[in-house]
């Protein structure tokens, strides 16, 4: 069993950054694969990047690409997702996700956290 843990969400004006972390703990969570996933209201959850166990593999998606950075330190068991230049449409609630296997895929993901909300004001 794997516990996943996020927190760093806010408020922040259009333009500013946030940090998210996620922690992990239990069995080996260093060695866990993660992924962030933002749902708005009303929207799917979305993949927003993942980064693999030993920082080897990292993908994004388009829409953030560029303004959001997503790295690990595993000696703190955690990962961390920089956000820079946020937009109105980049609030959600974003949750991390921790998985086995290195995958880009929501459903795939085995372990979730209860979510942190970003809000992002114009």
């Known amino acids: 069993q794997v516990h996943v843990v996020e927190s760093g969400g806010g408020l922040v004006q259009a333009g500013g950054s946030l940090r998210l972390s996620c922690a992990t703990s239990?069995?080996?969570?260093?060695?866990?694969?993660i992924g962030w996933f933002r749902q708005a209201p009303g929207k799917e959850r979305d993949f927003v990047a993942a980064?693999?166990?030993?920082?080897?593999?990292?993908y994004y998606a388009d829409s953030v690409k560029g303004r959001f950075t997503i790295s690990r330190d595993n000696a703190k068991n955690t990962v961390y997702l920089q956000m820079n230049s946020l937009k109105p449409e980049d609030t959600a609630v974003y949750y991390c996700?921790?998985?086995?296997?290195?995958?880009?895929?929501?459903?795939?993901?085995?372990?979730w956290g209860q979510g942190t909300q970003v809000t992002v004001s114009s």
């Open positions: 239990g069995r080996t969570g260093s060695t866990y694969n």
């Open positions: 996700a921790a998985n086995a296997v290195f995958t880009l895929i929501k459903n795939d993901y085995a372990y």
């Open positions: 980064v693999s166990w030993n920082g080897g593999l990292i």
